[in-house]
């Protein structure tokens, strides 16, 4: 071989060495730059992984804040009311011709005065369980002065006289039903009736069964009239019944161990004066209103006893 061949192929050999390290060198790169991309790609989802839930953080945290935000508004930031006027009413209608208890009788035209008068001098009717949550949670209690419109053992004139003139001022009723003792033949409110108050905003709470004067019970009538009584009203109009009225104002600390055992918030009596916030809740006082009271007479009762000590009185009617 001649030194021009040899010359020439050692030529060749260095460029095919020089070709295969470009060739390596590009693979390397390229190399190189797929990790360098699988890197970044890898920060980039990290980082998006990252953001979504951050995203997800802030959007549970803004749903937790409107929850609690609305909760807020249903519990309401009002003012408690101090003290609460409840009347109590009984038949509306005129009293028949030898009525034992003829007081107990408001005819409907001076029914309808005396909530005409109410209303001109800015009162407002609520029930026991709205001024219940006014005082726990600061719930409105709507516009006005708030009062209570009690009406106790379930005369159909409650249904067929009292209804009409609240429902026409956008009023409601507190309903003290007696079960047993009082049908429909004798003035009584039917089933159906109750369920029509009950479905015009009117809450619904009881007397118990009979009308029974529950000091005088030993403690398995006690338990029937009481705790029995609320079971049926709930189970029969599907309603909380939180609260008992003591019939003729008749208790003592036996009934009242009794009525709170029994689930009750508290009870109303027959001792005149008003409910205040920071009293025993089992004995509220309440307005006796009786026939022969005209609006302006209404209105001069309620003031009168705004701020004056109630005192226990003796009643025997219903």
Same mark, same amino acid.
């Given at each position: ?32 730059? *797929?990790?360098?991309?699988?890197? &970044?790609?890898? =920060?980039?989802?990290? %980082? ?11 959007? *549970? ?17 009002? !003012? ?12 509306? *209608? ?5 009525? #034992? ?5 408001? !005819? ?10 109410? %209303?001109?001098?800015?009162?407002? *009717? ?21 009062? /209570?419109?009690? =009406? ?12 009409? /003139? ?16 009082? #049908? #429909? ?23 118990? =069964?009979?009308? &029974? ?30 609260? =008992? ?15 709170? &055992? ?7 009596? /027959?001792? !005149? ?46």
């Amino acid at each position: 071989m001649d030194q021009e061949t040899l010359r020439t192929r050692r030529h060749a050999r260095r460029r095919e060495i020089r070709r295969r390290r470009a060739v390596a060198a590009s693979a390397l790169v390229l190399a190189a730059c *797929a990790v360098i991309a699988a890197i &970044a790609l890898g =920060f980039g989802g990290a %980082k998006t992984a990252g953001d979504a839930k951050t995203t997800a953080t802030e959007r *549970a945290k803004g749903s937790q804040q409107k929850a609690s935000s609305t909760a807020t508004s249903a519990r309401g930031t009002g !003012p408690r009311a101090a003290a609460v006027p409840i009347l109590m009413y009984h038949v509306i *209608a005129p009293p028949p011709a030898g009525a #034992p208890f003829p007081g107990l009788y408001v !005819p409907p035209e001076e029914f309808e005065q005396q909530m005409l008068a109410l %209303k001109n001098a800015g009162w407002h *009717a609520v029930t026991l369980d709205q001024l219940q949550a006014n005082w726990r949670t600061g719930a409105s209690l709507g516009p006005g002065k708030p009062i /209570v419109l009690s =009406f106790d053992n379930g005369y159909q004139s409650q249904y067929t006289h009292a209804l009409p /003139v609240l429902r026409r001022l956008g009023w409601v009723g507190v309903e003290n039903i007696q079960l047993t003792g009082l #049908p #429909p033949s004798q003035g009584g409110l039917g089933q159906e009736e109750i369920r029509g108050l009950v479905s015009a905003g009117w809450e619904l709470d009881t007397q118990g =069964f009979t009308h &029974a004067d529950l000091i005088t019970l030993d403690a398995e009538q006690l338990h029937y009239q009481v705790a029995v009584a609320r079971q049926v009203v709930q189970q029969r109009y599907h309603v909380p019944v939180n609260w =008992f009225c003591y019939p003729s104002g008749h208790y003592d600390q036996t009934v009242v161990a009794e009525v709170s &055992a029994a689930g009750y918030e508290g009870s109303t009596t /027959v001792v !005149p004066g008003w409910v205040r916030r920071a009293e025993d809740p089992y004995r509220m006082h309440r307005l006796r209103v009786l026939g022969g009271t005209s609006g302006p007479q209404l209105l001069e009762l309620i003031a009168d006893t705004r701020t004056s000590e109630p005192a226990p009185v003796s009643y025997n009617g219903a």
